[in-house]
């Protein structure tokens, strides 16, 4: 970048990038235009599947209205953003743990049988995980009350009480992706220059100030990827919680995907569903847009 | 000297523990899924019990399950190799050229995956209906194109970055073309965030479930979608239902695990420069 | 044909499996011949994997065979089956039959996505002599297939409410007989087949949010008790004297029942009787065959089946069901021979096989016969449910899919305790106000239909 020759004579033409970029562009866009623009069209009618008899007329802002003052709305997004906020930390701090145990050296075998593993939970079907969760934390024969057993406490009933379920769907979800964190730090670490590692371990014994000092640089670029993916995700996070409690008992985990799913498809008001879904999308790119301010270098 | 042993011993103990947790669940769908009716309903739930074959008898007595594996392998299959086909080239030019727009331009193609589908699910239906796409392997593919796409540009981006320009400048001086260097010298040393990105474009669509409940019907239903239709609120057959859980998970498994040392390498997320 | 009709006797039959072999061919109605100009048409309909379309694919051959129009069914959880149908109305989609479950026939009706059948009834070439209409329980095709004084569909998957429960452990609690009030079931009865320490629970009510809190559980609260969903000027009933009496008599139960029954879909409360942890449960007629196999339950001899017990209000048992209904954009043509396989599906002469294939028929006279009584328990209380009942159980008319979500939502919170009847009560009022009042109800525009 700060030779000027190659400033001026970059080594391609100007419409290189053009043929290399087009093909996924035009892809992406003559897939994605047409159910984007008629969503944002349908967000402005009242369009609802039910009542076709009465055709569709346009009502401007009124859907958007309806949804910024709808009690509903607010709720489950407060607790989509509570359920952000118990499993992200969670999955950090265990997903880094796990891969500072894996980058520690020693033990060949064992590290790489745990790293491999990792990649189980990972590779889940996101339905099954729900059912299974339904069977792990079903009250009678589930194991997860053998386990609590086991180390003295009373055996719960996980789904039936809105904690309880609440608890168990940050479980699965901290279970799936902490692998996926751990092997993003994983890589994180393993691009420290060896150098540099071993010089900082021959000055301090500290594995704190090694981790603060020397790693964290390396480690904060795969956190922000993972910070915009995991909001990005708990944003949309449909499959488990629907097959595990279907957002119940009550409206204990009723994320905001649930509910817009249950507005658009079984009262299958889409103007209001797709309206809900834009500004679920706007929310999901201000808070990548944030992240990437504060933590990421811009690609430049 | 006691210390170090003590670490030793408590690194052990912690890998012991990484492996015993992100194995259990799985273990436990599989071994259930060996279990009679009788056994799954046990309370408290037993660990040791007579195996039997039953429920994978019931499972692939009709052509339900095998059919849909089959399904989801073929959307799958084709789905990361065509993202994998567009998106390596566009990963390639937003690592390596200067132009106006760029971070904006990825910044797009990284938003097609924060997109709900509940909101695309009904435009595409009507979409695929008038083409006469419903239910085909085809509208499935492009679909999931959209948010397997953003994955490979974003992880294949940061690992073509990774990649030290002085290699480029030898061809470049050898007179290789734009299209050889991204042939010769990208693509070959950009295959663990190739692969990778391939593993997660093959979870992603493998695993996906509102699309596919909403897209499919007889012939092209997918595995989640015959999974969850065994949750009909009205039977819970719980051996058939993790034999069919366990005949699922196992294929993509199977490949991420075979791929799997790619993980770490490809993985770099921009932590390179 | 007659000959070999008499020689083979019921149990022959059910040994043989051969049940379709033996539908006869009325003399006046040959099947056959009627279908002949729609041989080679294809029919698309959803079928759930239940019972009674299990016992229909396996009659389907003949049908196939005998017609030459050939159904092709798509298998589909209950809970996206008004979803995939919707979507393919709105679309102009394939379905050329709409499975229509009793609430939705208002949607259907008045969307015009279904045909009346006396669209078809008038052509004399695709309309059995033997249709007989009047052979349905009255209950059944007023409630499952009519809308607004029209019929349009024929009942085919039929459901009441029934009290199962188990004979040994209400004997050793000493009580000979089931309840025949909720009051005794909840003073008399539960207490004394209640034992936390054993885990043993007198009642369970399945309460999963979704239709099963609506229609099973709050529903099933309110009409025994006198009380309902709406006044006679579809305005909420719920805070009256016998609504609130409803909620809080579910309330009360909930005692006796197993915690966590908010979380209960109908397998998990029909597995709690199959295995003995709970000696009572209101359940739909349906699940008689689960609970009879020796592999998905333990009761054996012990499992009895009753009528629901009695309110105030009389016996109002849950009402479901299943109609099957022509769909009105299907061509001219596809429409005629979906038409002739309703008639077929629903028809009396089918009705004795399709009962021993698994389904429950809602054709009186299938239940007179001495051998379906004598093998299926649950035949006399259910045809004692069908003869009285409200269609209205739930309400039929459009606005029910949007109002049972609100049900649902508050129903499960006051079981949790999250909110209190009354207020809980008002809430579902305002909300589903609101909802009827967009659909036109309350300015005149709209018949007060339900």
């Known amino acids: 970048m700060s030779n000027p020759a190659r400033r001026t004579n970059p080594g391609y033409g100007r419409w290189t990038p053009f043929w290399f970029l087009a093909p996924a562009v035009v892809a992406l866009f003559l897939i994605g235009i047409y159910p984007t623009l008629f969503a944002l069209v349908t967000s402005l009618r009242q369009y609802n599947l039910t009542r076709s008899r009465d055709g ?28 952000f906020l118990v499993v992200m930390p969670v999955e950090i701090a265990l997903g880094l743990c ?19 593993t990792l990649v189980i939970p990972l590779a889940t079907t996101y339905a099954v995980v729900g059912l299974l969760g339904r069977l792990v934390f079903n009250r009678d024969f589930g194991v997860a009350n053998s386990f609590i057993n086991l180390f003295g406490f009373p055996a719960l009933d996980w789904l039936g009480n809105s904690a309880g379920a609440f608890a168990a769907i940050c479980v699965m979800d901290v279970w799936q992706w902490t692998p996926f964190c751990a092997l993003i730090f994983l890589s994180g670490l393993s691009m420290v220059p ?5 010089a900082a371990k021959l000055e301090t014994t500290s594995h704190w100030a090694l981790l603060t000092h020397v790693q964290l640089p390396y480690l904060l670029p795969g956190f922000t990827a993972m910070l915009i993916l995991r909001s990005a995700d708990v944003l949309k996070l449909f ?14 985990t009723e994320l905001i995907s649930i509910y817009i799913q249950r507005v658009g498809f079984r009262v299958f008001d889409l103007g209001t569903a797709s309206a809900q879904a834009l500004l679920l999308l706007v929310i999901t790119i201000l808070l990548a847009r944030l992240y990437i301010r504060f933590f990421y270098r811009e690609i430049e | 000297m006691a210390s170090r042993s003590n670490g030793r011993i408590l690194h052990g103990f912690g890998l012991l523990a990484v492996f015993a947790v992100a194995i259990f669940p799985v273990y436990w769908m599989v071994s259930s899924s060996f279990k009679t009716q009788t056994d799954l309903l ?33 959307v799958a299959v084709f789905s990361t190799a065509l993202a994998v086909v567009l998106g390596t080239p566009a990963a390639f030019a937003l690592a390596r050229y200067d132009f106006r727009g760029k971070s904006d331009l990825w910044f797009w193609f990284i938003s097609n995956r924060f997109i709900s589908p509940i909101a695309l699910a009904l435009p595409i239906y009507i979409l695929a209906q008038g083409l006469g796409l419903l239910d085909t392997h085809l509208v499935l593919i ?38 050889d260097i991204f042939w010769r010298i990208y693509l070959p040393l950009g295959l663990p965030g190739i692969a990778v990105s391939a593993i997660f474009g093959f979870i992603f669509s493998w695993n996906e479930l509102l699309y596919a409940l909403v897209l499919t019907r007889r012939d092209v239903q997918t595995a989640p979608v015959v999974a969850t239709s065994f949750m009909s609120g009205y039977e819970l057959p719980w051996g058939k239902i993790m034999a069919t859980g366990t005949v699922i998970v196992l294929p993509v498994t199977i490949f991420a695990l075979l791929v799997s040392r790619h993980m770490v390498r490809g993985l770099t997320m921009g932590a390179t420069k | 044909m007659k000959l070999v009709r008499n020689t083979v006797s019921a149990i022959a039959m059910i040994a043989a499996g051969a049940i379709a072999s033996a539908v006869p061919a009325s003399a006046a109605w040959d099947i056959a011949k009627a279908a002949a100009p729609y041989k080679g048409t294809q029919l698309n309909v959803i079928f759930l994997d239940r019972p009674g379309y299990r016992a229909i694919i396996k009659l389907l051959p003949e049908f196939e065979k005998q017609t030459g129009i050939k159904v092709n069914y798509e298998i589909v959880p209950y809970e996206n089956t008004r979803e995939k149908e919707v979507l393919n109305f709105n679309a102009k989609g394939d379905l050329s039959i709409a499975l229509v479950d009793l609430v939705w026939i208002g949607e259907y009706a008045e969307n015009g996505w279904i045909v009346p059948v006396d669209k078809f009834t008038a052509d004399a070439s695709i309309t059995d002599p033997n249709l007989n209409l009047k052979g349905f329980f009255p209950l059944l095709l007023d409630a499952f297939g009519s809308w607004g004084g029209k019929t349009y569909g024929l009942p085919f998957d039929n459901y009441s409410g029934l009290l199962f429960y188990n004979k040994c452990m209400l004997k050793d609690a000493g009580f000979d007989k089931p309840p025949a009030t909720w009051d005794e079931l909840a003073k008399t009865y539960a207490p004394k087949l209640t034992n936390k320490d054993k885990k043993q629970y007198g009642y369970a009510l399945q309460s999963l949010r979704g239709e099963t809190q609506s229609a099973d559980s709050f529903m099933r609260s309110l009409w025994p008790h006198g009380g309902s969903l709406l006044d006679k000027s579809f305005h909420s009933n719920l805070t009256s004297k016998e609504s609130q009496a409803g909620l809080k008599f579910r309330q009360d139960l909930m005692q006796y029942m197993p915690p966590g029954v908010v979380s209960w879909d109908h397998a998990e409360a029909v597995n ?28 054996g001899d012990c499992l009895a089946v009753a009528p629901e017990p009695t309110g105030e209000a009389g016996r109002l048992p849950a009402l479901g069901g299943f109609s099957l209904a022509v769909a009105s954009q299907a061509p001219e043509k596809e429409q005629k021979a979906a038409w002739i396989f309703i008639q077929w599906a629903t028809s009396e002469d089918i009705a004795k096989p399709y009962v021993e294939a698994g389904g429950v028929s809602g054709r009186m006279a299938v239940y007179d016969d001495p051998a379906i009584k004598a093998t299926f328990k649950f035949v006399e209380p259910m045809v004692a449910s069908w003869k009285k009942g409200v269609p209205e159980f739930r309400p039929r008319f459009p606005a029910w899919p949007a109002i049972s979500e609100v049900v649902a939502e508050f129903g499960s919170k006051m079981m949790l305790g999250e909110v209190t009847t009354e207020n809980g009560a008002k809430e579902i009022g305002t909300r589903m106000e609101a909802i009827l009042q967009k659909e036109g109800y309350y300015d005149g525009k709209k018949a007060l239909l339900q």
């Open chain 1, 98 to 116: 796990v891969a500072l145990l894996l980058h520690r050296p020693g033990l060949n075998f064992l590290r790489a049988l745990a790293r491999v």
């Open chain 1, 194 to 198: 060896v150098e540099i590692e071993e």
């Open chain 2, 142 to 179: 492009l679909v999931y194109i959209t948010f397997i796409l953003p994955i490979v540009v974003w992880i294949c981006t940061d690992q073509f970055r990774s990649i030290p320009k002085e290699l480029e400048e030898a061809a470049r001086l050898e007179g290789a073309s734009q299209f």
């Open chain 3, 272 to 299: 709690a009787l199959a295995q003995n942890q709970v000696a009572m449960i209101t359940e739909w007629s349906a699940f008689y065959s689960t609970l009879t196999d020796p592999k998905t339950s333990k009761l």
């Open chain 1, 56 to 83: 569709f007329p346009f009502v401007g802002l009124a859907n958007y209205q309806a949804v910024l003052s709808d009690p509903t709305f607010w709720d489950t997004l407060a607790r989509t953003a509570r359920f």
């Open chain 2, 42 to 74: 046990a309370s408290p739930p037993v660990w040791l019990f007579t195996p039997t074959l039953g429920n994978y008898a019931e499972v692939f007595a009709d052509q339900k399950v095998t059919s849909a594996v089959v399904n989801s392998l073929i």
């Open chain 1, 239 to 252: 499959d488990v919680v629907f097959t595990m409690t279907r957002g119940g008992p009550g409206a204990a």
